[in-house]
Protein backbone atom coordinates (compact mmCIF):
# COMPACT_ATOMS: atom_id res chain seq x y z
CA UNK A 1 0.00 0.00 0.00
CA UNK A 2 1.61 3.19 -1.04
CA UNK A 3 2.10 5.82 1.83
CA UNK A 4 -0.34 8.67 2.15
CA UNK A 5 1.28 12.47 1.44
CA UNK A 6 -0.11 15.64 2.60
CA UNK A 7 -0.02 16.06 -1.15
CA UNK A 8 2.60 16.53 -4.13
CA UNK A 9 4.63 19.64 -4.88
CA UNK A 10 7.07 20.40 -7.27
CA UNK A 11 10.02 22.58 -6.53
CA UNK A 12 12.38 23.98 -9.56
CA UNK A 13 15.81 25.12 -7.63
CA UNK A 14 17.38 22.96 -4.87
CA UNK A 15 19.95 25.72 -3.81
CA UNK A 16 20.13 27.49 -0.46
CA UNK A 17 16.74 28.12 -0.29
CA UNK A 18 14.53 25.89 -2.35
CA UNK A 19 16.64 23.01 -0.62
CA UNK A 20 15.65 23.86 2.68
CA UNK A 21 11.62 24.35 1.39
CA UNK A 22 11.68 21.13 -0.16
CA UNK A 23 13.60 19.06 3.28
CA UNK A 24 10.92 20.73 5.21
CA UNK A 25 8.38 19.72 3.12
CA UNK A 26 9.41 15.98 3.14
CA UNK A 27 9.99 15.89 6.97
CA UNK A 28 6.28 17.27 6.77
CA UNK A 29 4.35 14.26 5.27
CA UNK A 30 4.95 16.02 1.67
CA UNK A 31 5.71 14.07 -1.82
CA UNK A 32 8.66 16.43 -3.14
CA UNK A 33 9.73 15.97 -6.87
CA UNK A 34 12.55 18.86 -7.28
CA UNK A 35 14.62 19.86 -10.34
CA UNK A 36 17.88 21.77 -10.69
CA UNK A 37 20.34 22.43 -13.40
CA UNK A 38 23.11 20.96 -11.20
CA UNK A 39 23.59 17.52 -10.73
CA UNK A 40 25.49 18.20 -7.24
CA UNK A 41 22.01 19.36 -5.82
CA UNK A 42 20.09 17.07 -7.78
CA UNK A 43 22.15 14.03 -5.86
CA UNK A 44 22.23 15.53 -2.34
CA UNK A 45 17.98 16.05 -2.98
CA UNK A 46 17.86 12.92 -3.97
CA UNK A 47 19.50 11.72 -0.31
CA UNK A 48 17.01 13.62 1.22
CA UNK A 49 14.16 11.94 0.04
CA UNK A 50 13.49 14.14 -2.72
CA UNK A 51 12.35 12.68 -6.57
CA UNK A 52 14.10 14.12 -9.05
CA UNK A 53 12.52 14.87 -12.23
CA UNK A 54 14.13 15.23 -15.56
CA UNK A 55 13.63 18.49 -16.23
CA UNK A 56 10.67 21.17 -15.65
CA UNK A 57 8.09 20.06 -18.01
CA UNK A 58 8.42 16.63 -16.53
CA UNK A 59 7.96 18.01 -13.16
CA UNK A 60 4.75 19.81 -14.49
CA UNK A 61 3.27 17.00 -15.39
CA UNK A 62 3.43 15.55 -12.11
CA UNK A 63 1.99 18.04 -9.85
CA UNK A 64 -0.59 20.78 -9.97
CA UNK A 65 1.31 23.13 -7.54
CA UNK A 66 5.03 24.17 -7.85
CA UNK A 67 7.79 26.36 -5.97
CA UNK A 68 10.46 28.19 -7.64
CA UNK A 69 13.78 29.37 -5.85
CA UNK A 70 15.83 30.66 -8.83
CA UNK A 71 19.03 32.65 -9.13
CA UNK A 72 18.31 34.90 -11.52
CA UNK A 73 15.73 36.05 -14.46
CA UNK A 74 16.97 34.04 -17.02
CA UNK A 75 16.35 30.72 -15.28
CA UNK A 76 12.61 31.85 -14.41
CA UNK A 77 12.02 32.65 -18.15
CA UNK A 78 13.44 29.29 -19.46
CA UNK A 79 11.13 27.66 -16.50
CA UNK A 80 7.68 29.07 -17.93
CA UNK A 81 9.29 28.74 -21.14
CA UNK A 82 9.05 24.48 -20.40
CA UNK A 83 5.80 25.26 -18.41
CA UNK A 84 3.79 27.31 -20.67
CA UNK A 85 3.50 24.96 -23.63
CA UNK A 86 2.87 21.76 -21.62
CA UNK A 87 -0.47 19.90 -22.32
CA UNK A 88 -1.07 19.76 -18.55
CA UNK A 89 -3.59 20.89 -16.06
CA UNK A 90 -4.05 24.20 -14.76
CA UNK A 91 -1.25 24.67 -12.12
CA UNK A 92 -0.67 27.00 -9.41
CA UNK A 93 3.43 28.33 -9.50
CA UNK A 94 4.30 29.89 -6.29
CA UNK A 95 7.51 32.23 -6.93
CA UNK A 96 10.05 32.82 -3.85
CA UNK A 97 12.74 34.57 -5.57
CA UNK A 98 14.04 38.02 -5.50
CA UNK A 99 13.46 39.70 -8.70
CA UNK A 100 12.70 42.56 -10.79
CA UNK A 101 9.00 43.34 -10.79
CA UNK A 102 9.05 43.48 -14.40
CA UNK A 103 10.61 39.98 -15.04
CA UNK A 104 7.76 38.54 -12.50
CA UNK A 105 5.31 40.09 -14.48
CA UNK A 106 6.12 39.04 -17.79
CA UNK A 107 6.31 35.41 -16.58
CA UNK A 108 3.24 35.84 -15.09
CA UNK A 109 1.29 37.09 -18.16
CA UNK A 110 2.54 34.16 -19.81
CA UNK A 111 1.72 31.27 -17.88
CA UNK A 112 -2.13 33.29 -17.29
CA UNK A 113 -2.34 32.70 -21.65
CA UNK A 114 -1.47 29.35 -20.85
CA UNK A 115 -3.95 29.01 -18.54
CA UNK A 116 -2.32 28.56 -15.11
CA UNK A 117 -1.54 31.28 -11.90
CA UNK A 118 1.33 32.65 -11.01
CA UNK A 119 1.63 34.08 -7.22
CA UNK A 120 4.64 36.49 -6.32
CA UNK A 121 5.72 35.33 -2.96
CA UNK A 122 9.12 36.00 -2.12
CA UNK A 123 10.69 34.78 1.60
CA UNK A 124 11.96 36.85 4.03
CA UNK A 125 15.19 34.84 6.00
CA UNK A 126 18.36 33.97 5.67
CA UNK A 127 18.94 30.65 4.21
CA UNK A 128 19.83 29.04 7.86
CA UNK A 129 16.61 30.29 9.05
CA UNK A 130 15.26 28.59 6.04
CA UNK A 131 16.51 25.25 6.93
CA UNK A 132 14.37 25.21 10.26
CA UNK A 133 10.80 27.12 8.59
CA UNK A 134 12.22 30.69 10.25
CA UNK A 135 11.05 32.33 7.29
CA UNK A 136 8.10 34.99 6.07
CA UNK A 137 5.95 34.27 2.95
CA UNK A 138 5.02 37.95 1.52
CA UNK A 139 1.89 36.07 -1.13
CA UNK A 140 0.27 38.22 -3.74
CA UNK A 141 -1.54 37.57 -6.51
CA UNK A 142 -4.85 35.42 -6.86
CA UNK A 143 -6.44 34.91 -3.18
CA UNK A 144 -7.98 31.55 -3.41
CA UNK A 145 -4.78 30.22 -5.38
CA UNK A 146 -3.35 31.57 -2.02
CA UNK A 147 -5.86 30.38 0.30
CA UNK A 148 -5.95 26.76 -1.03
CA UNK A 149 -2.32 27.12 -0.49
CA UNK A 150 -2.23 27.66 2.96
CA UNK A 151 -1.05 24.34 4.26
CA UNK A 152 1.74 24.21 1.35
CA UNK A 153 3.20 27.36 2.94
CA UNK A 154 2.94 26.44 6.36
CA UNK A 155 5.32 23.36 5.66
CA UNK A 156 8.30 25.50 5.04
CA UNK A 157 7.51 28.91 6.53
CA UNK A 158 6.20 29.81 10.03
CA UNK A 159 4.36 33.20 8.69
CA UNK A 160 2.32 33.65 5.45
CA UNK A 161 1.00 37.24 4.63
CA UNK A 162 -1.56 37.49 1.53
CA UNK A 163 -0.41 41.32 0.67
CA UNK A 164 -3.72 41.60 -2.40
CA UNK A 165 -2.45 41.71 -6.20
CA UNK A 166 0.50 40.37 -7.98
CA UNK A 167 3.63 43.02 -6.91
CA UNK A 168 2.79 43.60 -3.88
CA UNK A 169 4.72 40.84 -2.32
CA UNK A 170 7.75 41.99 -4.01
CA UNK A 171 7.15 45.64 -3.38
CA UNK A 172 7.51 44.25 0.90
CA UNK A 173 10.44 42.15 -0.24
CA UNK A 174 12.28 45.48 -1.41
CA UNK A 175 12.02 46.88 2.30
CA UNK A 176 12.82 44.21 4.15
CA UNK A 177 16.03 43.34 2.12
CA UNK A 178 17.02 47.40 2.41
CA UNK A 179 16.79 46.86 6.14
CA UNK A 180 18.74 43.91 5.77
CA UNK A 181 21.34 45.65 3.75
CA UNK A 182 21.89 48.39 6.00
CA UNK A 183 21.65 46.12 9.15
CA UNK A 184 24.47 43.73 8.22
CA UNK A 185 26.91 46.67 7.17
CA UNK A 186 25.97 48.20 10.57
CA UNK A 187 26.56 45.02 12.93
CA UNK A 188 30.01 44.59 10.75
CA UNK A 189 30.46 48.62 11.28
CA UNK A 190 30.03 48.15 15.18
CA UNK A 191 32.04 44.66 15.43
CA UNK A 192 35.08 46.48 13.80
CA UNK A 193 35.36 49.19 16.11
CA UNK A 194 35.18 47.30 19.07
CA UNK A 195 37.94 44.94 18.20
CA UNK A 196 40.13 48.04 17.14
CA UNK A 197 39.00 49.03 20.29
CA UNK A 198 40.53 45.99 22.42
CA UNK A 199 37.31 44.47 23.23
CA UNK A 200 37.00 40.61 22.32
CA UNK A 201 34.05 39.80 19.60
CA UNK A 202 32.02 37.49 21.68
CA UNK A 203 32.16 39.87 24.41
CA UNK A 204 31.01 42.55 21.34
CA UNK A 205 28.02 39.84 20.11
CA UNK A 206 27.47 38.98 24.19
CA UNK A 207 26.40 42.68 25.29
CA UNK A 208 25.12 43.91 22.11
CA UNK A 209 22.22 40.81 22.40
CA UNK A 210 21.40 41.97 25.39
CA UNK A 211 21.17 45.44 25.25
CA UNK A 212 18.72 48.25 23.16
CA UNK A 213 21.54 48.05 20.23
CA UNK A 214 20.90 44.48 19.09
CA UNK A 215 19.02 43.54 15.51
CA UNK A 216 17.79 40.31 14.17
CA UNK A 217 20.94 40.80 11.65
CA UNK A 218 22.93 41.68 13.90
CA UNK A 219 22.11 38.31 15.83
CA UNK A 220 22.10 35.94 12.31
CA UNK A 221 25.44 37.55 10.91
CA UNK A 222 27.22 39.09 14.11
CA UNK A 223 28.12 35.12 14.84
CA UNK A 224 29.45 34.36 11.78
CA UNK A 225 31.71 37.51 12.27
CA UNK A 226 32.99 36.64 15.91
CA UNK A 227 34.60 33.08 14.32
CA UNK A 228 35.85 35.29 11.38
CA UNK A 229 34.85 32.42 9.02
CA UNK A 230 31.85 33.25 6.40
CA UNK A 231 32.05 29.85 4.10
CA UNK A 232 28.75 28.73 4.94
CA UNK A 233 27.23 30.65 3.62
CA UNK A 234 23.02 31.03 4.08
CA UNK A 235 23.04 34.07 1.24
CA UNK A 236 26.31 34.92 -1.04
CA UNK A 237 27.70 38.30 -1.57
CA UNK A 238 27.54 37.22 -5.59
CA UNK A 239 23.72 36.81 -4.91
CA UNK A 240 22.88 39.29 -2.87
CA UNK A 241 24.64 41.85 -5.13
CA UNK A 242 21.70 41.15 -7.62
CA UNK A 243 18.95 41.77 -5.03
CA UNK A 244 21.04 44.81 -4.14
CA UNK A 245 20.12 46.09 -7.84
CA UNK A 246 17.06 45.21 -7.86
CA UNK A 247 16.35 47.12 -5.22
CA UNK A 248 18.06 50.09 -6.26
CA UNK A 249 16.49 50.09 -9.80
CA UNK A 250 13.29 50.11 -8.15
CA UNK A 251 13.47 52.79 -5.77
CA UNK A 252 14.64 55.23 -8.28
CA UNK A 253 12.37 54.32 -10.77
CA UNK A 254 9.71 55.98 -8.12
CA UNK A 255 11.72 58.52 -6.66
CA UNK A 256 11.79 57.19 -3.57
CA UNK A 257 15.91 58.17 -2.00
CA UNK A 258 17.86 55.47 -0.51
CA UNK A 259 20.76 57.43 0.99
CA UNK A 260 21.86 54.64 3.69
CA UNK A 261 21.41 51.70 1.59
CA UNK A 262 23.54 53.61 -1.28
CA UNK A 263 26.77 54.03 1.69
CA UNK A 264 26.70 50.46 1.91
CA UNK A 265 26.84 49.37 -1.57
CA UNK A 266 30.85 50.09 -2.43
CA UNK A 267 31.30 47.72 1.01
CA UNK A 268 29.30 45.07 -0.77
CA UNK A 269 31.23 45.48 -3.79
CA UNK A 270 34.46 45.90 -2.04
CA UNK A 271 33.80 42.03 -0.98
CA UNK A 272 33.07 40.97 -4.21
CA UNK A 273 36.31 42.22 -5.50
CA UNK A 274 38.75 40.88 -2.77
CA UNK A 275 37.41 37.05 -2.76
CA UNK A 276 34.09 36.83 -0.68
CA UNK A 277 31.79 36.22 -3.92
CA UNK A 278 31.08 32.80 -2.44
CA UNK A 279 31.20 33.71 1.25
CA UNK A 280 28.45 34.80 3.83
CA UNK A 281 27.27 38.35 3.04
CA UNK A 282 28.63 38.78 7.01
CA UNK A 283 32.17 38.93 5.17
CA UNK A 284 31.76 42.10 4.75
CA UNK A 285 33.11 42.53 8.15
CA UNK A 286 36.48 41.10 6.78
CA UNK A 287 36.39 44.00 4.89
CA UNK A 288 35.93 47.35 7.51
CA UNK A 289 38.46 44.71 9.28
CA UNK A 290 40.94 45.41 6.35
CA UNK A 291 40.31 49.15 6.33
CA UNK A 292 40.73 49.70 9.73
CA UNK A 293 44.28 48.08 9.91
CA UNK A 294 42.89 44.89 12.05
CA UNK A 295 44.43 42.04 11.23
CA UNK A 296 43.03 38.59 13.11
CA UNK A 297 44.74 35.49 13.11
CA UNK A 298 42.13 32.67 11.35
CA UNK A 299 39.73 29.96 12.76
CA UNK A 300 42.30 27.20 11.24
CA UNK A 301 45.31 28.82 12.80
CA UNK A 302 43.83 29.26 16.17
CA UNK A 303 42.91 25.43 16.09
CA UNK A 304 46.17 24.67 15.06
CA UNK A 305 48.21 26.85 18.00
CA UNK A 306 45.50 25.21 20.72
CA UNK A 307 46.71 21.64 19.21
CA UNK A 308 50.42 22.38 19.65
Not at 222 to 250: C, F, H
Request: hydrophobic residues 45%; contains cysteine; proline residues 3%.
Amino acid sequence: MAKRTKGTVGIVGLGIMGGAFARNLVAGGWRVIGFDTDAARRRAAAKAGIEIAKDAAALARATTTLITSLPNPQALETTVAALAPAKTRRKILIETSTFALDDKRRAEAALRKAGHVMLDCPVSGTGAQARTKDVVVYASGDGAAIRKSRRLFAGFARGLHDLGAFGNGSKMKYVANLLVAIHNVASAEAMVLGIKAGLAPQQIFDLVTAGVGTSRVFELRAPMMVRNRYENASMKIATWQKDLDVIGSYAAGIGAPTPLMSATLPIYAAAMATGHALHDTASVCAVLERMAGVRRKSASRRRARRAR
